[in-house]
């Protein structure tokens, strides 16, 4: 069964310092999604991502947040400048475009664990 | 906004009972889907079971099945003879077509052997 994959599994950080989250969507899917965990709590919406613009994002995505598509298979989440509160887990799920039976469907990947110290 | 609301935060059930896990939900849609996912203790996201609006008849998926209540917002999980292996944070998502999932707050769900 097709996956949505995520790297790195886990990434220790110092506060400050940029990272970059990647995803691979599953290859027919149009729509891509970045959602995040802190430890305990509920999975947040960050971002949605369509025909190579951002489509949606919640207050959370602020300037030190960036997405982009840079070669038609990944899909990147980067922090500009981490803080502690940017701990979590972060989540990627893609979606496939209208007409498919399994349109509303999103799949996740396994997530990438974000620490700041 | 659409909201999602579920009240439990934990539960537990006997191995082999059956338990029913409660979520609301608001919106001013007429069209969208309702998702039950489960994330385990690796955090992965896994669907276990999702209900059309426009559906009237409440999906079923082998153990686990829907109690969907349209005009009452109601969107409750039942997972029949329990196992060990159910046990996991469940969340409760809501998306109207185009739009992004929304998640409740989760719940708990404790197996006793």
């Known amino acids: 069964e097709p996956e949505v994959t995520q790297t790195p599994s886990h990434q220790v950080t110092q506060m400050g310092q940029e990272v970059i989250l990647r995803c691979v969507p599953i290859s027919n899917h149009l729509y891509f999604y970045w959602y995040r965990q802190i430890l305990g709590q509920k999975v947040e919406f960050l971002v949605s991502?369509?025909?190579?613009?951002?489509?949606?994002k919640s207050e959370i995505f602020d300037d030190q947040f960036s997405v982009e598509r840079p070669d038609g298979s990944n899909f990147t989440l980067k922090i500009r400048s981490t803080k502690l509160e940017d701990s979590a887990m972060y989540f990627c799920a893609s979606i496939p475009g209208q007409g498919n039976s399994g349109a509303n469907v999103l799949t996740f990947g396994a997530g990438s664990r974000l620490t700041v110290l | 906004a659409q909201t999602v609301t579920q009240s439990q935060p934990e539960m537990s059930v006997q191995e082999a009972e059956t338990v029913t896990l409660s979520c609301t939900y608001d919106?001013?849609?007429?069209?969208?889907?309702l998702f039950w996912y489960k994330q385990p203790p690796s955090r992965q996201m896994i669907l276990v079971i999702r209900q059309e609006a426009y559906k009237q008849q409440n999906a079923t998926e082998n153990r686990f099945s829907v109690n969907f209540q349209k005009a009452a917002k109601s969107f409750s999980l039942k997972i029949s003879d329990s196992q060990l292996g159910d046990a996991a944070m469940y969340f409760c998502?809501?998306?109207?077509?185009?739009?992004?999932?929304?998640f409740g707050t989760g719940t708990r769900l404790t197996i006793i052997p």
């Open positions: 991502f369509y025909n190579n613009e951002i489509s949606e």
């Open positions: 998502a809501y998306r109207s077509p185009h739009e992004k999932l929304t």
């Open positions: 919106t001013s849609e007429s069209d969208y889907y």
